[in-house]
């Protein structure tokens, strides 16, 4: 089970870190991602990190703003969020997958998601 939180209303400019807290014995060994949908878009990918945290891929649209991170001791994912745009207005969700593939950026290939957090990014 994932439970995303921290997610809010910032203004352009500013960060914001969410978490996604995974329950379960072997919840440190699953390939985490981060995926957003915004108004009217299909669910795309943003961030993904190998249950070791060394293996890390971004989105384009994101890479040098945005950090995955993960801290298995506390079965916790994060997703340092700087320098945020209006464009990165969307609910953020976590979801978690048993293998890396070159699929990663497909949500289809998810497992499990989290309930999205909701990021608002004023201008």
């Known amino acids: 089970q994932l439970q995303a939180s921290g997610g809010g209303l910032v203004q352009a400019g500013d960060s914001l870190r969410l978490s996604c807290a995974a329950s379960?014995?072997?919840?440190?060994?699953?390939?985490m991602g981060w995926f957003r949908e915004s108004l009217g878009k299909e669910r795309e990918f943003v961030a993904v990190?190998?249950?070791?945290?060394?293996?890390?891929y971004y989105a384009d649209s994101v890479k040098g703003r945005f950090t995955i991170s993960r801290d298995n001791a506390k079965n916790t994912v994060f997703l340092q969020m700087n320098g945020l745009k209006p464009e990165d207005t969307a609910v953020y969700y976590c979801a978690a997958r048993l293998n890396l593939y070159s699929d990663y950026d497909v949500s289809k290939r998810y497992d499990y998601w989290g309930q999205g957090t909701l990021v608002t990014v004023s201008s």
């Open positions: 379960g014995r072997t919840a440190n060994r699953y390939v």
């Open positions: 990190t190998t249950w070791s945290g060394a293996g890390t």
